[in-house]
C-alpha cells in the first residue's frame, strides 16, 4: 500500500489533492492510480492553469461504484423516500379527519 509521510497521519484529507495525494489516498501506488485515470476507473482531474489536482468526493464516489455501494445506497434512499411519502399522505389524510 502506498503511503505518503506526510499525510498518513493526517485525520482528514484536502478536497482536492495532487497525484501522489490521491495515489495515496486510494492506497495506490501513483503509476497504479495514473493507470486507473486512463482507464476510466478513476476521475480526471481538475486542470487549474497547469496544476492538475483531484476532487476527494469524487474518488469516493468510484470506489463506491466499484464496491457497489453507490447502487446501495440510492436503493436504500429511494425507499426511505418512499416510506416519507406514505407517512405524509398518511398523516394528511389522518388530519382531515379530525
Known sequence: MARDPDLAGLPNWPRLLTRAQAAS????????FGVGVEDGTWPDP?????????D??????AVDTLSGY????????MEEEDW??????????HQRSK
Open 56 to 61: 476527494r468526493r469524487r474518488l469516493d464516489e
Open 84 to 93: 416519507r411519502r406514505r407517512r405524509d399522505a398518511w398523516r394528511v389524510q
Open 70 to 77: 453507490a447502487v446501495e445506497a440510492h436503493e436504500r434512499d
Open 46 to 54: 481538475i486542470t487549474f492553469g497547469r496544476t492538475k489536482l483531484w
Open 25 to 32: 489516498y486510494l492506497g495506490l501506488t501513483v503509476n497504479g
